[in-house]
């Protein structure tokens, strides 16, 4: 297992590869960057390759590309009719995305490039509402580059803590990724849910 994350981490592959997988991870979901760009820095950290920092670049050009692409989708079609934003949670996601852009736009692109799903959502709300273009750029830069930063620290604590075990770092390091997923989207679920209840009354109470 280690001789062949050591195969992987000195191959320039590498370095496309994560962009690629921060790019598409942009607009579509299921792609997990989180899980590509923590265990590559976890291996960097344990064994000094790959590059650390140039992975953070690629990371963060990466995700920077992908949230342009479906900010560039929303503005172009009619996201409501997408499969993954269709129907069940997507939907959910994509109004709680909606509501929110309207009111507070800025903080709201900055946090939802942490949650996966969030992300994609948040960014093709922002291209169907016209939220302005150089705007979302900026934020968008930030965003990503604050993303693949938190997750070059994570991966590069377990690096660091598996020192010489680049298996075990990439495991570790890939694990928190993943957790740190799952919390944000069980925080973003709650206050969907506390946002939905407060919202409730108000609906009620208007005049017909």
């Not at 990439?170 to 969907?192: A, E, I, K, W």
Request: glycine share 14%; hydrophobic share 55%.
């Amino acid at each position: 297992m280690d001789a062949w994350l050591l195969s992987l981490a000195t191959s320039w592959v590498v370095y496309p590869g994560m962009f690629v997988f921060a790019l598409i991870d942009g607009f579509f979901p299921p792609m997990p960057s989180e899980v590509a760009a923590v265990g590559l820095t976890a291996l960097a950290a344990s064994t000094g390759s790959p590059d650390l920092a140039l992975v953070v670049l690629v990371a963060a050009a990466g995700a920077f590309v992908g949230d342009l692409v479906a900010y560039g989708i929303g503005a172009r079609i009619d996201v409501h009719r997408m499969p993954l934003l269709r129907r069940g949670r997507g939907a959910q996601t994509l109004a709680w995305a909606e509501r929110s852009l309207t009111h507070r736009g800025r903080s709201f692109i900055l946090a939802g490039r942490f949650v996966p799903v969030a992300r994609v959502a948040v960014s093709m709300s922002a291209g169907a509402l016209g939220y302005p273009r150089r705007s979302f750029m900026l934020l968008a830069g930030i965003g990503s580059t604050t993303w693949a930063a938190y997750s070059a620290v994570l991966g590069a604590g377990a690096g660091a803590w598996f020192g010489g075990h680049p298996g075990g770092a990439v495991v570790v390091g890939t694990v928190g990724g993943l957790v740190l997923g799952v919390v944000l989207d069980l925080v973003l679920s709650r206050v969907q849910h506390v946002r939905g209840r407060s919202v409730a009354p108000a609906s009620v109470a208007e005049p017909g």
